[in-house]
């Protein structure tokens, strides 16, 4: 089926386990601001995935490596939001995306990546270093699409954004995440519909 005659499909990971984490309320939050034409589902097993070992990384991947492969390959786009730990990407994204170094899913994949964080700095060293590793992962990071967001607990409340800047800043990055996937599925990237 091609994609232009059925929704697209968007997986979103946050980078926090917390019950209360502000980027997984951040990524509910996406819900009323996506197009029409876009479906966005989270993917929550990050959790349950185990420890990055290149010795188990052969043809019978533990079921929990297998599900997030299968969902990564199926999506047409992804977007990861992340807080900051120490500087860093949290240790449990990290051993997330090491899975999926050598199976390939994020090849030519259209992402779009937020770090958001209680501080002035927006989580901005995790951010780097996320965008760090997609790239060697050869993620396609949407421009324009990925962006830090300081003071995030002060601008969601409630489960809903309460700042109008932000909203618009995350309604861009949404359609500039749809155009690279219709691009991807034009130029015949990833295996689209």
Same mark, same amino acid.
């Given at each position: ?15 926090? $386990? ?8 951040? =990524? ?13 589902? =989270? ?22 490596? /297998?599900?997030?492969?299968?969902? =990564? ?15 860093? !990407?949290? &240790? !449990? $994204? ?19 990546? !937020?770090? #958001?964080?209680?501080?002035?700095? &927006?989580?901005?060293? /995790? ?11 050869? /993620?396609?990071?949407?421009? #324009? ?6 003071? $995030? ?18 309604? &861009?990055?949404? #359609? ?8 991807? /599925?034009?130029?015949?990237?990833? #295996?689209?519909?």
């Amino acid at each position: 089926m091609p994609l232009n005659s059925s929704p697209i499909k968007i997986t979103a990971i946050s980078g926090s $386990l917390r019950r209360q984490s502000s980027n997984t309320s951040l =990524i509910h939050a996406l819900y009323p601001l996506a197009p029409e034409t876009m479906e966005i589902s =989270i993917f929550e097993g990050i959790g349950d995935l185990p420890h990055f070992n290149p010795d188990m990384d052969g043809d019978d991947p533990a079921p929990s490596v /297998a599900r997030l492969r299968d969902t =990564i390959r199926q999506a047409d786009g992804v977007i990861i939001s992340t807080p900051e730990y120490a500087h860093g !990407v949290p &240790g !449990v $994204l990290k051993n997330a995306l090491d899975w999926l170094v050598s199976s390939g899913e994020f090849v030519y994949k259209p992402v779009a990546v !937020v770090s #958001g964080s209680p501080m002035e700095t &927006g989580g901005e060293k /995790a951010h780097e270093s996320l965008q760090m590793t997609l790239r060697m992962m050869t /993620a396609d990071l949407v421009e #324009g699409g990925s962006f830090t967001i300081p003071f $995030l607990n002060q601008k969601l409340r409630g489960g809903e954004i309460k700042d109008e800047e932000l909203n618009e800043r995350l309604k &861009g990055m949404l #359609g500039k995440l749809e155009e690279a996937v219709r691009e991807a /599925a034009a130029n015949g990237m990833n #295996g689209f519909r």
